[in-house]
């Protein structure tokens, strides 16, 4: 065991993301409570989903070390690097958003210099850049083209620092992209939901595409039994399917609920409001 | 009309328009689905990914694929609207929701497999009976829902619904 010096990183690796999870999630908690305590409303299930995604994110940094003492994944090594990459990029940044981490920090943080400081950096140039949906569509799946498709694949598994790099872009651009999709904590620019669709509808179809190719061809420098590129290249492919999806219901129900505040607050009877038109709709139904 | 009786939950009557698209997008997912889950995941005939596929082809394969899980997600979300406001047209969605998926079998057997040649329905046998059922029964699901879309404007028509 001490010839393989790789042992020890991801022992190291797996508790640094344990910890800094741990702490993550006991401050979110913390922060609620002290919300709900106060007599605002915030639901439970947004805990739940931070702890959950802080969870997924914990198991891709131990499923090395399971896959490696105790139980190999069916699939091979190939399969449980996409299972961990799904788990950090996709499924705990989801989670996470969803939770609304920053709309959270932002009602328990004491009014004053802090808080004016984290308001300028959101709405700031850089932050608005950064969260349009184009541009953090190109980081996300940029840096999965130039890891899948590079020597950089190969270069990871040689390196731990190389490794952690990666892993921490996978994580940040994960974030990124699911936050300026979802755009659920407050952000500078608002973007209408045919924009939103599109660049998701095209960052899935560049994650689908990358997937079917590594079907076929594994990471240069890399070499993968057939069985094992193929398992794991289907699972990206139907992992990003269901990610995708999650995506896109959080987009329909804000969509449902902002289309049914308008109907509510205009008192109109019709979803678009190119089409209302205010006196026909007041008039009593016939 | 009846129904309707939440307040806020004005109602400008039954909506076809809506309960079109709603039906004719579910359609098109949900055929897109039934590929997926039949032909590629249980029967295991379609290829996954078949190597001879052309570039152009699979970029196609990756957006139409995407673009299905989103219009599966849209559909449902326009058809909760829809039965929110009280507005569905039964037999309008139905028949939409038909050619919707006849529409989509048709451009699968014909622009997919046959013009970008993402895959094949089948491998190691001929081919073309396979092609030929394949568009005879996206021909027989648009027929059904022409019919039914037919009729059901029919009914409109004698029981003096407008369109929305």
């Known amino acids: 065991m001490h010839d393989h010096p790789t042992h020890t990183g991801p022992g190291a690796l797996a508790l640094v993301v344990l910890l800094v ?21 915030w639901p439970w299930w947004r805990d739940a989903s931070v702890a959950a995604g802080a969870g997924a994110v914990v198991a891709a940094a131990v499923l090395p070390l399971v896959t490696a003492a105790v139980l190999p994944l069916p699939g091979g090594p190939f399969t449980a690097h996409m299972a961990g990459h799904l788990l950090v990029g996709m499924v705990g940044p989801l989670l996470i ?34 969260t349009a949906p184009a541009v953090a569509a190109v980081l996300d799946m940029g840096g999965l083209w130039v890891l899948y498709r590079t020597p950089l694949f190969a270069a990871m598994h040689d390196d731990t620092l190389v490794a952690i ?6 994580f940040a651009a994960g974030m990124l992209f699911t936050v300026a999709i979802c755009r659920l904590d407050p952000l500078r620019r608002r973007y209408g939901l045919p924009h939103l669709a599109v660049v998701l509808l095209v960052a899935g179809a560049v994650h689908a595409v990358l997937a079917k190719t590594l079907y076929a061809q594994s990471p240069p420098g890399t070499m993968f039994a057939a069985s094992d590129l193929q398992a794991g290249a289907q699972l990206m492919y139907y992992g990003g399917d269901a990610v995708g999806v999650a995506l896109a219901v959080v987009l329909a129900v804000r969509w449902y609920s902002g289309v049914g505040r308008a109907r509510h607050a205009g008192g109109v009877g019709r979803a678009r409001a190119r089409t209302v038109t205010v006196g026909r709709a007041r008039r009593p139904a016939a | 009309m009846t129904g309707a009786t939440r307040p806020g939950d004005t109602h400008g009557g039954i909506s076809v328009r809506h309960s079109a698209i709603s039906g004719a997008l579910l359609g098109v997912a949900l055929m897109a689905a039934i590929d997926e889950i039949v032909f590629h995941q249980i029967l295991g005939w379609h290829h996954f990914y078949d190597r001879s596929t052309p570039a152009v082809g699979l970029a196609s394969d990756g957006l139409l694929h995407t673009a ?9 979300a326009l058809l909760a609207d829809v039965r929110r406001r009280h507005a569905l047209a039964v037999r309008h969605f139905w028949a939409a929701l038909l050619m919707g998926a006849g ?24 081919v073309w009976p396979y092609d030929l059922a394949w568009i005879a029964g996206a021909l027989v699901f648009l027929a059904a829902g022409a019919i039914l879309w037919w009729s059901a404007r029919r009914s409109v028509r004698t029981s003096g619904l407008s369109d929305g």
């Open chain 1, 165 to 170: 790099v990666v892993h921490l872009h996978v």
């Open chain 2, 103 to 126: 529409g989509f079998q048709l451009f699968d057997g014909l622009v997919n497999h046959k013009v970008f040649r993402v895959h094949q329905i089948r491998y190691d046998v001929d």
């Open chain 1, 21 to 41: 999870a741990a702490l993550g999630v006991a401050l979110y908690i913390g922060a609620a409570v002290r919300l709900r305590r106060r007599g605002d409303a």
């Open chain 2, 68 to 76: 299905e899980l989103l219009v599966l997600v849209a559909g449902f």
């Open chain 1, 97 to 130: 958003v969803l939770g609304r981490p920053v709309t959270l920090l932002l009602r328990t943080v004491p009014v004053g210099g802090t808080r004016a400081g984290l308001l300028t950096v959101l709405h700031s140039r850089p932050a608005a850049l950064l």
